[in-house]
């Protein structure tokens, strides 16, 4: 080891420190950036960075998402981000709940051997119905807005977009019944097929939610139609995470009290499914709660 | 314990108290705070606290120099800071009288140190955004 080894470490160790430090300083929101961006970078470049800046910054980026300052607050950005944030990661749940529900309330064996696992049945049929309708109700004149707008703009890109719901859903389906209708035996498709036409659904939902948000993010449509979608969001995202929940406990039961029933004998796909579920709905809860503030009339950051 | 007090130091007072001296930008700010008041302050929380003084109009943001954008304080600012310093000078004066008549004798001419408070009606002043805690 030579003897410049030891001066070079904390020099290099202070270039890795600068650079994490402009990385957390890339998780602030955009407004925040666009106003004290520089000024940051600037005071990083005379004071340097430690461990306790990095960390400081990417706290207060934390920080700043969840309460912004009200001088940089953009309400319909926000309720767009929201929509945005809400569908995604309620098409993820819908999506796993698909899988739940294929795995247990589907499978014709309706033996719940337990009545905790017939009320988590109900509670998860009853509210996914609600957020279901929630999505709908709340959804469809924003969807209609977009659409009329992106029509009288003949951005033809914009309108294909905004079909992705329908396509993406009608394109897995008949996926789906071809699979079903070729490969049928008494025992259903076959755990390859079904994990084949899991991984299928779930690449269906990213098609079906991501033409409306990037349809969301290029015609940025504000008003009314965006206020009512942020606030049913709120309740489709509380309403499926509540669905999430249940299905959660339905799971747990069955693999306690039912284990030869339809695969829950081994302990692993709750392993997968468990933590994707609250994921999902910390993420769609969370950015929903953020909507439902900025929809209020003087919405506070 | 009594070491520890000055954690409880809250950053927009000493931000406003920093202001008061003259405009100043983000880093004097930040070296001003660590001479004068033993405070070092984070990049990440003094413009979070710039931020939220700004919002309040309790500061404002004069010209920029080069990327440095030096911030004063308004007259808001300033009423609300002579307003804590009044009510922080009351609070030292009342501890200060009560710890002489609790402790009789030598040790009692001696002023402790004075102990910095939650600052409550500044805190309201300029919002009660969280993270100022981690300075």
């Known amino acids: 080891m030579s003897a410049n080894d030891g001066g070079d470490r904390p020099a290099a160790a202070s270039v890795v420190l600068g650079r994490l430090a402009r990385v957390a300083l890339a998780l602030y929101p955009a407004a925040w950036r666009e106003r004290y961006g520089d000024e940051v970078r600037a005071l990083l470049d005379d004071s340097g960075a430690d461990v306790r800046t990095v960390a400081g910054l990417a706290w207060q980026a934390a920080l700043a998402w969840a309460w912004p300052p009200r001088h940089l607050y953009d309400r319909p950005a926000r309720m767009r981000g929201s929509v945005a944030t809400v569908l995604v990661a309620w098409t993820m749940l819908a999506g796993l709940g698909l899988v739940f529900d294929q795995l247990t309330q589907l499978q014709g064996a309706r033996s719940p051997a337990h009545p905790l696992i017939a009320w988590s049945y109900w509670v998860f049929d009853a509210a996914a119905a609600v957020s279901v309708a929630g999505v709908v109700i709340g959804g469809l004149p924003l969807w209609l807005l977009m659409m009329r707008t992106a029509v009288r703009r003949r951005s033809w890109r914009d309108v294909m977009c905004l079909c992705s719901p329908l396509s993406a859903t009608a394109a897995w389906v008949v996926a789906v019944r071809i699979t079903v209708l070729l490969l049928h035996r008494a025992d259903g498709v076959g755990q390859w097929w079904f994990l084949a036409l899991v991984a299928a659904g779930f690449g269906a939902a990213c098609w079906f939610a991501a033409g409306p948000v990037l349809a969301l993010l290029r015609l940025r449509p504000g008003g009314p139609a965006v206020a009512l979608a942020a606030r049913a969001g709120g309740v489709a995202a509380v309403a499926m995470t509540l669905a999430g929940a249940a299905s959660i406990v339905a799971a747990v039961a069955v693999t306690l009290w039912a284990p030869p029933y339809a695969g829950y004998h081994q302990g692993w796909p709750l392993g997968i499914y468990v933590p994707a579920v609250v994921l999902a709905g910390v993420v769609a809860t969370v950015s929903a709660a953020r909507g439902v503030r900025a929809s209020r009339p003087g919405g506070a950051g | ?135």
């Open chain 2, 1 to 135: 314990l009594s070491d520890r007090l000055d954690r409880w130091a809250d950053p927009p007072l000493l931000v406003l108290a920093s202001l008061s001296g003259g405009p100043k930008h983000g880093y004097a700010i930040m070296q001003d705070v660590a001479d004068t008041m033993g405070v070092r302050l984070t990049a990440g929380t003094l413009y979070a606290v710039i931020a939220r003084l700004e919002a309040r109009g309790l500061i404002e943001a004069a010209e920029a120099e080069d990327r440095r954008r030096p911030y004063r304080l308004t007259a808001a600012g300033a009423s609300a800071l002579a307003a804590e310093s009044e009510r922080m000078h009351r609070v030292a004066s009342l501890a200060r009288e009560r710890l002489r008549v609790a402790q009789p004798g030598p040790a009692a001419t001696r002023p402790p140190t004075p102990s910095p408070t939650p600052w409550p009606a500044l805190r309201r002043a300029a919002g009660r955004g969280p993270g100022w805690a981690g300075a």
